[in-house]
């Protein structure tokens, strides 16, 4: 399988990005910091990487959270960010935690996952009414818990 080719500029003095084993989906993003960043309960904070991307149209990076930053209430608050095609500033990731303890990040620790999702723009068209379908307009909650 041909991998996407995305072209990358690293300010930072961490390596770049990679796959931990062959069926990773998402790859690591570093903090790029000068000094510790120190993480408030319930304050989102925006953490620098140091990486630049260039990403082919038709396509995004998303930002993720990374499951054992979870696990310890650290998480990214607008999960998944994304990275539009067109943008070429830096990636900087919006930390929250959720914890009640104050966490540190420092240089170099992996603070997100970045994934790579092919997307498609729609054409809006618009209409006075939608097809019936079974669902219809049920919403949350509509199916139960149990």
Known sequence: ME???????NKSNN???????????????????GETLVLMPFTPTICPTGLYLAIP?????????RSGLSLKGITVCNTPGTIDADYRGEVKVILINLSNVPFEVNNGDRIAQLVFAKCEQAELLEVNELDKTERGEGGFGHSGIK
Do not use: F
């Open 15 to 33: 390596a770049l990005p990679e796959y931990k084993t062959s069926g990773s989906a998402g790859m690591d993003l570093r903090a790029n910091l």
């Open 57 to 65: 149209e038709g396509y995004e990076g998303q930002v993720r959270p």
């Open 3 to 9: 991998k996407l080719k995305v072209k990358i500029v």
